[in-house]
């Protein structure tokens, strides 16, 4: 069976690009395919896209998490050349139109926080999170008895995010920072106290500690997701995750451990038979 035709069977995950240069990430079932936010250029999503078997034309839809460009840079071009419709909030598309960022009317979707809607066979709930945009919103995204919870660009884990955190088989969280990489690095203070702040980013150790605390054994695979290209590299992130773990006395055995890409596609995960292919990363 040729990756292709597996694409059409099961659930498959691959993040396409996460950091703070781009973030557009891939699901796809046997009903078909969307997209979580548009951060990356048309053309190089496409691109990528290509390298993993799939069409754009394949796409059904794309989720928007907010209006900062390093999530909406290509939906522009997206919904005028590629005609792909676009779902978030009312308030979420004002503050890309008060950007000037011209999308195609019809291509426009308007979305419920914390209500469920379906697009390509899978079930999709939207919650806020608190981030420095005129509003935020994270995926809970469920199909064929498994769930994959989007959880980045926010400043703390509030009660509400940490419910739809805790019901996932695949988690994509946030490790925006090194702590002490962002304390000794060369960003003014203002910024600095912007990222660390409820509004910003989570930084490794409040990822950490809160995965330690609340982790379920449902959770299979932990993606860390949206590091900074300054303040944090993937050693950094990885070895908080595990030093935490370590200290606390939980294990991670068991779960799938990875570090997600900002210029390349991931491995891809195949959440229904809890395996990966192209793997980049070893169960713990």
């Known amino acids: 069976m040729n990756f292709k035709q597996r694409l059409l069977k099961e659930l498959i995950f691959c993040s396409l690009s996460s950091g703070s240069s781009g973030n557009c990430y891939y699901l796809g ?3 078909g395919s969307i997209l979580i936010d548009a951060g990356i250029s048309a053309t190089v999503t496409r691109k990528f896209l290509k390298d993993i078997g799939v069409s754009i034309q394949d796409i059904k839809g794309v989720l928007i998490s907010h209006n900062h460009t390093d999530h909406i840079r290509g939906l522009e071009v997206l919904t005028r ?18 950007r000037g960022i011209n999308i195609s009317r019809d291509c426009i979707r308007n979305i419920q926080k914390e209500e469920r809607f379906s697009l390509a066979g899978f079930d999709i709930e939207i919650y806020p999170v608190s981030h420095d945009a005129p509003e935020t919103i994270g995926f809970h995204i469920c199909s064929g008895g498994k769930s994959i919870t989007i959880a980045t660009d926010l400043g703390y884990i509030s009660k509400t995010a940490a419910g739809y955190i805790k019901k996932a088989n695949l988690l994509i969280i946030e490790s925006n920072y090194d702590e002490q990489m962002l304390l000794d690095g060369n960003y003014p203070y203002s910024l600095k106290t912007r990222i660390k ?14 995965l330690a605390d609340n982790i379920s054994g449902k959770l299979s695979h932990i993606c860390l997701a949206h590091l900074s290209k300054n303040n ?6 990885l070895q908080a995750l595990k030093q935490t773990f370590s200290d606390k006395e939980v294990s991670l055995k068991g779960k799938y451990i990875t570090v997600l890409n900002r210029n390349n596609p991931s491995e891809i995960i195949d959440l229904a038979n809890q395996s990966t292919l192209r793997v980049s990363s070893k169960s713990l």
Not at 82 to 96: G, R
């Open 29 to 31: 079932n046997g009903f």
């Open 197 to 210: 702040s409820d509004h910003g980013h989570l930084g490794n150790h409040q990822t950490s500690e809160f």
């Open 232 to 237: 944090n590299n993937p050693q950094k992130a």
């Open 81 to 98: 050349k590629n005609h792909l419709p676009a779902y978030t909030t009312v308030n979420i598309w004002k503050s890309i139109f008060d």
